[in-house]
Nanobody, 122 residues
Framework: QVQLVESGGGLVQAGGSLRLSCAAS????????MGWFRQAPGKEREFVAC?????LYADSVKGRFTMSGDNAKNTVYLQMNSLKPEDTAVYYC??????????????????WGQGTQVTVTS
């Protein structure tokens, strides 16, 4: 069973940048589809990005966020640029067993990290 630990969240002004990291243990992240989701207070957890052979992004972050992976470190990243107050949320890393469908659905992911808070001030 894979364990996921996120880091890199924090407080940033609008227009700033942050890079989130998700370290995987107990498995090799390249064996999974890896995703980032976020959940703002009072809202549903929503898809942000995922990576397997390629990357997918939510329309709301396309062009501003970039997801990447480092096989040697068994870590995936989410580079977030041009941050907006509406990006404020707890960001979660998730892993999906191969063979599952629904890259954008939180219900199709099997393992989750504990989350890291991102707060963007105006």
């Amino acid at each position: 069973q894979v364990q996921l630990v996120e880091s890199g969240g924090g407080l940033v002004q609008a227009g700033g940048s942050l890079r989130l990291s998700c370290a995987a243990s107990g498995g090799t992240f390249s064996s999974y589809r890896m995703g980032w989701f976020r959940q703002a207070p009072g809202k549903e957890r929503e898809f942000v990005a995922c990576i397997r052979w390629g990357t997918l992004y939510a329309d709301s972050v396309k062009g501003r966020f970039t997801m990447s992976g480092d096989n040697a470190k068994n870590t995936v990243y989410l580079q977030m640029n041009s941050l907006k107050p509406e990006d404020t949320a707890v960001y979660y890393c998730a892993a999906q067993n191969i063979g599952r469908i629904g890259a954008r659905s939180r219900y199709e992911y099997d393992y989750w990290g504990q989350g890291t808070q991102v707060t963007v001030t105006s």
